[in-house]
Structure formats: C-alpha cells, structure tokens
C-alpha cells in the first residue's frame, strides 16, 4: 500500500492541475473534479455505483472505491479535505475479492 501512495498522489496532483486547464483538448482528457455530493449520486444514480471500499492517503485525502455489482463497472475517486472530489479511474469487470489475501510472511 505504501508503494501505491507516491502514485496516487502524483495522479490526483496531475488530476488537479488538469482540472485547472482552459477548457480545450487537454481539460475535455482530463480528471473530473466537482463537489462530493453530486458526483457521488451521479456515480449512483448513473452507474448504480455503491461505495465499496475507501482509505486516507497523504494530506488527508480520502481514496474511495465505487463499484456495481450488477454492471461490474467501477470508480476510483480521490477527495480533498475541502470536499473536492476528483475521478482518479473508472472502468468495467469489478469482482469482489471473497476473502482478503494473507499478511506477507503468514501462512496461507
């Protein structure tokens, strides 16, 4: 997980600059950001995205995971302590995991 975070930080600062562009082919590539509460009932209302999982990152920044079960898509969203909510990633096939994988130098 600490190997992730360096990654998710540089993405939502790049997330956040490009948010920041004029609008043009660079801003229509890049992250969307807006307030918390519409794009979490547009994820719900939309994709019938359901929080699954979520985490705190760096600088308070809270990593969620949306998901649906019935249409396998998925979001990956990234909130500021402001309550700025930035879409990191998004795509098809979500699964599940059925039980969590062992600690690192635990037998299976």
Do not use: K
Not at 33 to 61: F, K, N, P
Not at 74 to 103: H, K
């Amino acid at each position: 997980m600490r190997r992730i975070l360096p990654c998710l930080t540089a993405a939502l600062a790049a997330a956040l600059a490009a948010a920041a562009l004029p609008p043009g082919p660079a801003a229509a590539q890049a992250a969307r950001c807006g307030e918390r509460s519409r794009i979490v009932a547009h994820l719900t209302q939309t994709y019938g995205e359901t929080r699954r999982a979520m985490g705190l990152a760096a600088d308070d920044v809270v990593v969620e995971v949306y998901a649906s079960a019935a249409t396998g898509s998925w979001t990956i969203t990234a909130t500021l302590p402001n309550g700025l909510m930035c879409l990191i990633a998004a795509g098809e096939g979500y699964e599940a995991a059925p039980d969590a994988a062992p600690a690192r130098g635990t037998p299976a």
